[in-house]
């Protein structure tokens, strides 16, 4: 069924409308780390701090911080479906049935609470806060973020006409398809939706990642939003995220364990899931260094997730590092996952997948044409993938009728703040990313070194 998105925006009572529907309603990768802290860490109390990295939009003007108030209540009151429970419990997740443990899912279904909140204003923006336990808050950011995107989303929608509503979603729908189109019939490509915490809307994240499933089939093998997988029958797509290294890195007390934080991490991760969901994400502190001082066994992992580095010199680092500890590139995988679009995901996949006969990386980035056969050859460097997000699912760049940014998708992020007390630090590959007190930023960078870490444009 076609949704007409434009008439829902238009009669919508939207004070009546929650805007998180479900518990699952998250990324998929949160629900597995919800297991590993329950299971490690249920006694550890944490906070959760809202930044807007974009800090020209004046957040606090947009949105009625009572609107706000009202939706993260009705959020606190979800409770889990018995029939999302039994998915759950029942479902095949990477091809292994019993992912999620019959006592967590016994706690998640009987016990799980979210934690309280503290809402204000200050200087024009949004702040907010969760505190509480760590099993309590964890689930907040993806709930957070999704909620604000999309009553940034519905204020802007309010100062359109029925027509220039539907102007705007037609803009919309016609990007979204040349998107598809360009993508449709690539040899070998592989992509999937990581597009919740900065979506449009949950009804325009449906509706794309349903044109996804169906325009690109085998191309498009998941999503990382765990109730459209419930819903849809897709593959739930996540393995675990920066806040379970910067946690344990607050919680060391000396140096030495604050260097070996991120490697302790990764040990408790392996033994948790037995050997599965082994996908690295380096750049929690630099990953230069992650790569450099890394026991041989990390080497033994599935594969690699580029966040915030350049990803082409991201890929080109991971695969010297596995050749140089002695492992086969090719059976490895890749995921970029940021800031991406169409030109960039088609470049990626080129290069990494081996496909074009020569090139730099420089000659990957503008291309425009992947679908001449006579340019391709089946000698992947490494199995690469794309993970999409914000410009899969909030690309309304230039759609609105009334020429106006309103629409325009924003940096705004829901990070781990606090552990137990101590503050946390993300250093990240890119100095812009970097987070926490600027004192403890220092000390971590004179233990971590900054070997690797550039300054490049933060985009949504």
């Known amino acids: ?112 609470r979210l934690s309280d909140f503290e809402l204000s204003l200050e200087d024009g923006q949004i702040a907010l806060s969760f505190e509480g336990l760590w099993t309590e808050a964890t689930l907040w950011e ?162 690699q997730r580029i966040d915030s580095k350049d990803p082409f010199a991201a890929g080109d680092e991971y695969i010297s590092w596995l050749m140089s500890r002695g492992r086969d590139p090719r059976r490895k995988r890749l995921i970029a996952s940021d800031a991406l679009d169409v030109d960039r995901i088609l470049g990626l996949h080129a290069y990494f997948g081996g496909k074009i006969l020569t090139g730099t990386p420089a000659d990957f980035r503008g291309v425009a044409d992947f679908q001449d056969p006579q340019r391709w050859r089946h000698e992947p460097r490494i199995r690469f993938s794309s993970g999409w997000g914000t410009f899969l699912t909030n690309d309304f760049r230039n759609c609105d009728p009334q020429g106006n940014s309103n629409f325009n998708p924003i940096s705004l992020v829901c990070k781990l703040s606090e552990v137990d007390g101590r503050p946390t630090v993300k250093l990240s590959d890119n100095y812009a990313k970097a987070m926490g007190p600027a004192a403890e930023i220092e000390r971590y960078r004179l233990v971590f070194g900054t070997e690797g870490i550039s300054n490049l444009p933060v985009e949504a």
């Open 1 to 112: 069924m076609i949704i007409n998105i434009a008439r829902r925006a238009h009669d919508h009572n939207w004070e009546l409308d929650p805007i998180v529907r479900s518990v699952l309603d998250t990324d998929f990768y949160k629900l597995l780390m919800l297991q590993f802290i329950w299971k490690h860490f249920s006694r550890t109390r944490v906070c959760f701090s809202l930044q807007n990295r974009t800090t020209h939009v004046h957040l606090g003007a947009i949105i009625d911080p009572e609107e706000l108030r009202e939706q993260l209540e009705s959020t606190r009151r979800l409770r889990l479906h018995k029939s999302e429970l039994i998915w759950l419990a029942g479902n095949t997740f990477f091809g292994r049935r019993g992912m999620f443990e019959p006592a967590f899912l016994e706690w998640f279904d009987r016990d799980f």
């Open 142 to 303: 993806i709930y957070a973020l999704s909620i604000i995107d999309e009553l940034k989303t519905r204020a802007a929608l309010k100062k359109l006409s029925e027509f220039e509503l539907d102007v705007l979603y037609a803009r919309a729908k016609a990007r979204l398809w040349e998107k598809m189109e360009r993508l449709r019939g690539v040899p070998g490509l592989s992509l999937s939706d990581f597009g919740t915490r900065r979506r449009h809307s949950f009804l325009w994240h449906e509706y794309v990642v349903l044109a996804m499933r169906d325009t690109l089939g085998a191309s498009f093998t998941g999503s990382s939003n765990t109730y459209l997988a419930y819903k849809h029958d897709l593959e739930a797509m996540g393995t675990n995220a920066h806040e379970l290294p910067m946690a344990l890195a607050a919680l060391a007390n000396t140096e030495d364990e604050l260097r070996s934080a991120q490697y302790r991490l990764l040990e408790l991760w392996q033994q948790t899931y037995q050997g599965e969901l082994l996908i690295l994400l380096p750049d929690t502190f630099g990953t230069t260094q992650f790569l450099r001082e890394a026991p041989d066994w990390v080497a033994d992992w599935t594969g």
